[in-house]
């Protein structure tokens, strides 16, 4: 494991390649920065690299601790996904401790869930992507295209209320636009059907191993039915008006199929617990994964690799190879086989030791504090650099496939699509949406499936609303089990959260916690090249991203790069957490910015 | 052989807290049942536990329960 | 009404360690919201333009150039907000634990700490948002590698900018909104000379947001009185036994609920943990055993509590039942002596 390929050298640049950094990124959660060189002769990325600035060592300072502590902690590694998180930390601790919450509790944790997605999706969509399309910044990079919105009529307008496509722009606008505006006020009552559930947000008061402490009342999920409802209400207008002008950018800029494309490798571990079905229980694990309300699953070149989440977890490798540490194949193994005795990898979560080896960077060598998680296919023996493209489009795409999913109509795969169905609301109809597997894993498409999943998350709350509210009528008021922490244990979870994979790996030794890896999704979009060569999702999704945008060299903002990893969702906070370093030297040299290569 | 791995972090400098007071997870088990709240069986093919509640669970002055036997005991807020 | 100033920038570091869940808070906020106040939909405020990264506009170079307009005195005045740990950056020898930007000449990036030894001597105020960058908080929890720390501790605890102003700390992990904003609004005002010295207490914190305990602000509290408590978590009861350390912890929010009156902690089920405190984390964990202190105290008030809900018993029987004199029939039993012929 311990074999390096040898990189070949870098050839020699064609006189017009041109360094560029954007650093920081904006209008993501975390420290991001790109670095790219680029061809503006043939007006295309050449080679990009993803770097990030910031380390606070969870998995360092977590290790001794209580194990009931864990998702209060983990909570924090993320400021805008802090309970999805905790969500997959308590998980962990169900199957650790062997405790099953009650139905109702699982109710509960599945609305403050969905709510996250609405809440989520919605801020980052509407309020931080929606900027990059927006009349101000399309008019700074495009403006023959802002034109052409102008003079373009909306197919849907009768349904969003936008004319043209450039009134859909100006909406857009920060601030000033009436749609920027309107979601900001979205964000907030979606947010508020989140307390309802688990207190506060980001980080949840009401959630525990076992269950939760909310009390459930008929109050409790009438509150939250009324914000969901407006929030179905808005779907209505939200979901046909990012189809027009998602459309649209295909047909005034041919070609931009291109811009974030990768090879479709994704990857999906499942959104939802069936209580009926879930007992938290490893070896049943496969059974209650496929029952989750979003099907997890491996997607390679559109095939449907594997549903099983027992397959999922023996697959994952945490490899190295442009990351600043050292390997840990001489260190103990925590976990030698599963709970249903299959044997478990060295690289895998559950016996990764981090061994930081801080170090100048080195583009060509190691340049990254991220490492590269992989997912190991037993059929062609590759390293899959996975990724989730910012949540939604796994999501649905796994679901699609599995033809598995079925919540009472509201939401439903056929095999190849989706479809979700939302009843009438206050000034609407009842809709019907349908997501279709689409032909390419690029930047659009990403945000499309965004937008449907908000839709897909608001229908799978109308279904569990049901289902609380007929425990609470039956008379339950239990929302809590209670349990005991054993000395030795493992436990892991699965989950998605809102920008695609998570999962928590623990290992307790004498009640405390002696190993904790959690795997958020950035680490897995934003990981580097690994000793196999294989680049990272962000970097290759950048790389070969041809420019459409219309400054030269000298004004050039990079809206097309902005675009294309802003579609991921990224979330740094999530993608370094875990990085740590125990006071050695820590050298980084960025390379230069804006120079000329001679 | 694997090498043991050495402890990452340093013996604590302060004691973070009091071991000897209970846990919350283990109250029922150590103080028993609060009143007002009694568990009723498990549900569905999970067997996930159910319980319900008597109006003692919400007041300790006077807890009054529904009329009619037939009406759902809901929890107040 | 006039102020002073006519524009106020803000500068606000996200980049300290931290998840960022600050700033997210903040645009949940409602009273007022962050758009309110940049409309300019407050009367009285000066202009407000927010530098934050996670909703700016531009980004890149383009960004950055705030803040090196702040450093060169060309923003002035404005209002450094600082979010996440401060790393110690002088336990190692070289390299950075939290980095913001490149330095144009040297390409290195540049690491929070100085941005906050350049810009803090030129701010009319600083803010420190979240226990993180108010008191270390998470990632300053014991065994961690980065030695991280509060703005207070790196700056000093008698720092003062150049108004005067001491070190503003609004902690909350997360803050909660709105304590946030009423802090930056009342800050805006007295930089219009439209309010007095904002008063904080020794460790920083508005008084009139953190000047009582949880437990004094807990629609739970009843049930503690009279000894009542909850066992399971889940039940409506006081959850004191069960890890709440609300009595002991400066915090409003069960007092205005999390947003909008809604949610919260320990009266909506979730254990307080002492977030917005200097202790935070080390001092409250594990946080689901009950606090030392419960223990003696929830005794105590047992042996009372239950004959208390007896008497409350007795005299709410009483004032449940209709005073004698409502009733059907010829007689008129109320106290009053009719004056005519019956």
């Known amino acids: ?598 | 052989m694997a090498e043991q791995q050495k402890p990452m972090a340093s013996a604590q400098p302060e004691p973070t807290h009091t071991p000897a007071t209970g846990k919350g997870e283990e109250k029922k088990k150590t103080q028993g049942k609060e009143a007002g709240r009694h568990d009723t069986g498990g549900t569905g093919k999970a067997k996930r536990p159910t319980g319900k509640s008597t109006a003692r669970q919400y007041t300790g002055v006077n807890p009054k329960e529904p009329v009619d036997p037939q009406s759902p005991h809901l929890q107040t807020p | 009404m006039a102020t002073k100033v006519e524009d106020v920038h803000v500068i606000w570091i996200v980049e300290g360690l931290g998840c960022e869940g600050d700033t997210i808070s903040v645009t949940a906020a409602t009273q007022p919201s962050i758009e309110d106040v940049v409309l300019g939909a407050i009367p009285g405020l000066p202009r407000v333009h927010i530098h934050n990264k996670c909703i700016a506009f531009e980004w890149g170079k383009d960004f950055m150039e705030w803040w090196y307009k702040a450093e060169r005195g060309e923003l002035d005045p404005f209002v450094l907000v600082f979010e996440g740990s401060v790393p110690n950056e002088s336990i190692k020898a070289e390299g950075y634990w939290a980095a913001l930007g490149a330095d144009p000449a040297t390409n290195q990036p540049i690491p929070v700490t100085q941005w906050i030894d350049r810009l803090a001597p030129k701010a009319l105020a600083v803010i420190a948002v979240g226990t993180c960058a108010t008191y270390g908080g998470i990632h300053a929890m014991q065994g961690n590698p980065t030695g991280a720390m509060g703005v207070n501790d790196y700056l000093g605890w008698n720092w003062k900018s150049k108004a005067g102003i001491p070190v503003v700390n609004v902690p909350g992990c997360p803050v909660q909104p709105d304590n946030f904003m009423e802090t930056i609004l009342y800050l805006l005002y007295q930089a219009g000379g439209m309010a007095p010295m904002i008063p904080l207490d020794d460790v920083g914190r508005p008084t009139w947001l953190f000047g009582k305990t949880v437990h004094e602000g807990c629609d739970r509290a009843g049930y503690y009185e009279q000894g009542d408590f909850a066992t399971e978590y889940g039940s409506p009861k006081c959850l004191v036994k069960l890890g709440c350390w609300g009595p002991v912890v400066n915090c409003n929010v069960p007092k205005r609920g999390w947003m909008n009156g809604i949610g919260g902690c320990p009266n909506v089920g979730g254990i307080c943990i002492g977030c917005t405190m200097p202790g935070f984390p080390d001092k409250f964990m594990p946080f689901m055993d009950e606090p030392p202190g419960a223990k003696l105290s929830t005794n105590v008030v047992s042996i009372w509590g239950g004959a208390l809900r007896a008497l409350r018993k007795l005299t709410n029987d009483t004032v449940n039942k209709e005073p004698s004199w409502r009733h059907t029939g010829r007689e008129l039993t109320t106290g009053y002596r009719p004056s005519w012929r019956r």
Not at chain 1, 412 to 420: A, D
Not at chain 1, 521 to 531: A, F, K, L, Q
Request: net charge negative.
């Open chain 1, 1 to 598: 494991m311990t074999t390096q390929t040898t990189r070949e050298e870098t050839p020699a640049q064609p006189p017009q390649l041109v360094e560029m950094s954007w650093d920081p990124m904006t209008r993501i959660v975390g420290s991001l920065g790109i670095y790219t060189k680029i061809d503006f002769k043939q007006r295309k990325i050449v080679e990009a690299y993803s770097s990030s600035h910031i380390f606070r060592g969870y998995s360092l300072f977590m290790q001794g601790k209580d194990p009931r502590d864990a998702h209060f902690i983990t909570s924090r590694i993320c400021g805008i996904c802090g309970d999805n998180h905790a969500t997959c930390s308590v998980y962990t601790q169900n199957m650790a401790y062997g405790v099953k919450p009650p139905a109702l509790g699982e109710w509960i944790i599945n609305l403050g869930e969905a709510a996250e997605y609405m809440f989520d999706h919605n801020i980052f969509q509407e309020n931080l992507v929606g900027v990059d399309f927006c009349e101000q910044m399309v008019k700074e990079t495009n403006p023959a295209v802002l034109e052409k919105a102008n003079t373009t009529e909306a197919p849907h307008a009768r349904e969003h209320g936008y004319r043209t496509i450039g009134d859909i722009m100006r909406s857009l606008n920060p601030f000033t636009g009436e749609f920027y505006r309107e979601a900001l006020h979205v964000s907030r009552y979606t947010r508020e059907a989140f307390c309802l559930m688990e207190g506060r947000h980001v980080h949840p008061s009401t959630l525990y191993p076992g269950g939760v402490g909310t009390v459930a009342t008929v109050q409790v999920f009438t509150d939250y039915l009324v914000r969901l409802m407006k929030y179905v209400e808005w779907m209505k207008k939200v979901v046909p008006m990012h189809d027009d002008l998602f459309d649209f950018w295909y047909q005034a800029l041919p070609g931009y199929e291109q811009v974030g494309y990768r090879q479709t490798l994704l990857g999906c571990w499942g959104s939802w617990q069936d209580p009926d079905v879930c007992d938290y229980d490893y070896r049943t694990m496969d059974k209650w994964g496929r029952a989750m309300f979003v099907t997890p699953g491996v997607i390679v070149d559109g095939e449907l690799v594997t549903t099983s989440l027992v397959d999922i977890n023996l697959g994952i490798r945490i490899l190295l190879g442009s990351s600043y540490y050292e390997d840990w194949d001489n260190q103990r193994m925590f976990v030698d086989r599963d709970p249903l005795g299959n044997p478990v990898d060295r690289r895998h979560p559950w016996n990764q030791t981090t061994i930081p080896r801080p170090q100048k960077r080195d583009f060509n060598d190691k340049y990254s504090w991220t490492m590269s998680p992989r997912w190991y296919d037993q059929r062609t023996g590759k390293y899959l650099a996975l990724d989730t493209g910012g949540g939604p489009i796994a999501r649905l795409w796994s679901t699609a496939l599995a033809g598995l999913v079925n919540l009472g109509g509201l939401v439903e795969s056929t095999g190849h699509s989706v479809i979700i169905r939302l009843p009438k609301s206050a000034t609407k109809p009842a809709v019907e949406f349908e997501w279709k597997i689409p032909q390419w894993s690029n930047a659009i498409e990403r945000n499309r499936a965004r937008t449907y999943f908000q839709a897909y998350a608001a229908a799978v709350a109308l279904h569990c609303v049901e289902k609380a509210l007929d425990e609470v009528r039956a008379g339950h008021t239990k929302t809590w089990s209670d349990f005991t922490v054993p000395k030795e244990a493992i436990g892991c979870g699965f989950h998605e959260a809102v920008r695609g994979v998570l999962s928590h790996h623990m290992v307790i030794e004498n009640g405390k916690i002696a190993n904790y890896h959690p795997y958020p999704p950035t680490p897995w979009n934003g990981s580097v090249r690994d000793i196999y060569g294989t680049p990272g999702p962000y970097e290759d999704a950048v790389q070969n991203t041809p420019i459409f945008e219309e400054n030269g060299p000298d004004s050039f903002k990079g809206i097309d790069i902005m675009r294309a990893v802003r579609s991921f969702d990224p979330c740094l906070p999530c993608g370094v957490h875990m990085y740590l370093g125990e006071g050695k030297e820590l050298q980084t040299v960025l390379s230069p910015t804006f120079g000329v290569m001679p």
